[in-house]
T-cell receptor
């Protein structure tokens, strides 16, 4: 089946450092979504990217969709302790309502 | 949070016993999903439903069955639980917001099979 590869699996940063997680598909995606899961919680939707080369920002978070629609990234500028959690990308191919999730990147922020 | 509840929230059972997990939603969403979450594997789709009595398999459906006799309830059954089914199980619904569909997740059920 179709898969979305996500790296890194873990990332420890000092508060104030930047953080980036990457997702890659071997085939062209129709769209990609990003979710955040706080420790002990459930995944929460952050954003959806649809267009080739699309860039969206939410405060310190920047989401990008590659030109070929096969890769995506989430960049956090100047991390804070509130950013702690696991970030998942989730891809869709074609229509329908199914998502395939990446394995997630667990972010830890140290003071 | 789209009115999604899961029950039970925690369960410990023994190998070979049947287990049923319940997902309940209050907003009449058409699509519902069951995922399992394991370290290093992220979220993997078990089964999903696109309407009453309409269900389909996900990528890890072996050993699981589902039923949806009412719009608001989606049941996941482990006919004979195995230790490999120890996991955190999340139910989700798909809700259209503007031009896209986002998934809302329930709080999860932590299942331990001894």
């Amino acid at each position: 089946g179709q898969q979305v590869m996500q790296i890194p699996q873990y990332q420890h940063v000092q508060e104030g450092e930047d953080f980036t997680t990457y997702c890659n598909s071997s085939t062209t995606l129709s769209n990609i979504q990003w979710y955040k899961q706080r420790p002990g919680g459930h995944p929460v939707f952050l954003i959806q990217l649809v267009k080739s080369g699309e860039v969206k920002k939410q405060k310190r978070l920047t989401f990008q969709f590659g030109e070929a629609k096969k890769n995506s990234s989430l960049h956090i500028t100047a991390t804070q302790t509130t950013d702690v959690g696991t970030y998942f990308c989730a891809g869709q191919w074609g229509g329908g309502n199914k998502l395939t999730f990446g394995t997630g990147t667990q972010l830890k922020v140290e003071l | 949070d789209a009115g999604i509840t899961q029950s039970p929230r925690h369960k410990v059972t023994e190998t070979g016993t049947p287990v049923t997990l319940r997902c309940h939603q209050t907003e009449n969403h058409r699509y519902m999903y069951w995922y399992r979450q394991d370290p290093g594997h992220g979220l993997r789709l078990i089964h999903y439903s696109y309407g009453v009595k309409d269900t389909d398999k996900g990528e890890v459906s072996d050993g699981y069955s589902v039923s949806r006799s009412k719009t608001e309830d989606f049941l996941l059954t482990l006919e004979s639980a195995t230790s490999s089914q120890t996991s955190v199980y999340f139910c989700a619904i798909s809700r259209q917001v503007d031009s896209y569909n986002e998934q809302f997740f329930g709080p999860g059920t932590r299942l331990t099979v001894l």
